[in-house]
């Protein structure tokens, strides 16, 4: 036997450049395979946050199912800073302010308008399955509480619309609403103190895609909005489904990278080009509003919150999308601004969405309601 080992054969450089290319495809595939994880079904995830309430539901499990379609409701950066106590009679909605955005709502304006979104799903879903409602709105404490008395079932097509609701980033087609359907919307039941600006001419719409262009230039500029941005971003399915929150870049319709690529290019954007992007999505858009209260506090934002709900449950049904561009109303000057320009007088605008058809957009995710419900 001959145990002289073979003398081995000198790497040449042709041979190491296909070694190093076979080593790099190898890598990358496998990396893309780990960061993209296509084998985890985002779609599944988000349709199981949507599965059709549960009629049959009695006690405590109805209690449950009323606070899982609350949860469907828009909500800031998709943050779901909410907490809900269930009773034997009745909700109780409570601020998570570990979820607030110190940043793009110092206030906590938009996070009391997001609880105000999920207060209106809450009550659509409780009247569709045989409640009368009462409200009492927070004052001093941070609480919504929601009294529950069984009554007869009040059909409304705003209830099957709470799992089809989405915010809608795409671009639309620029087709107008018909009449019929916008009279519908105009005509809307609002909550007291809150009121409703239609934009509709080419004039008034210009001048909303100036405060648009200024509101974007202005946050895009500024390197703690983009930090606080970032941290809610999830550059992909695997981590929209670790966190179950936050803003998956599939639904903006961006492509999914690894987190360190994604950071890099949102830090390393071009203001204007960010603007160019939105203003462009609000001109394919034939019609936006504007939604305005009458003064400022928890419980005006809480019902400006129902009152977007309830709009963007009525267009849902109507097969009419949707989406928010408030980055006017975000940065105090411009809104100030805003407000004069359109006319509003005294009302503070509050909320900026475009309405019209355009493709839907992946669903976001949600966190289990059993995580959002105080312990008894
Ligand atoms: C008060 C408030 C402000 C929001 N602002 C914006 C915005 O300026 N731009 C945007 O694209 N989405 C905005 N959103 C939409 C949320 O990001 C969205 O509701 C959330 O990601 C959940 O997605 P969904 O509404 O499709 O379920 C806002 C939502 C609320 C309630």
Known sequence: MNTSPTPRRKLNRRDFLKLAAVVGVAGAGGYLLYEYAPWLDYDQQAQLARTPFETGATGPAQMRELARYATLAANGHNTQPWMFNLREDGVDIYADFSRRLPIVDPDDRELWISLGCALENLLVAARAT????????????????????????????????????????????????????????????????????????????????????????????????????????RFNKKEALASLDGLFTGATGNPEVPRWVGQMFVAGTNPQQQADGDTAKLRSAPHALVIASESEGKASWVRTGQVYERMALTMTSLGIQSAFLNQPLEVPDVRSQFQSALGLGDTLPQLLIRFGYGSPMPRSLRRPVESVVIPA
């Open 130 to 233: 045989g409640h009368t409602t009462e409200v009492t709105y927070p004052d001093a404490d941070d609480v919504i509480r929601v009294q529950l008395t069984p009554d007869a079932a009040q059909e409304s097509p705003l209830f099957a619309a709470i799992p089809q609701r989405q915010n809608t980033r795409s671009e639309y087609n620029g087709q107008a609403v018909e009449t019929a359907q916008l009279d519908q919307l105009i005509e809307l039941p609002l909550e007291p103190g809150i009121a409703l600006h239609f934009v509709t001419g080419t004039e008034d719409m210009e001048t909303v895609v100036e405060y648009v262009n200024q509101g974007t230039l202005s946050q895009y500029a500024d390197k703690a909005f983009l930090d606080e941005l970032i941290d809610w971003l």
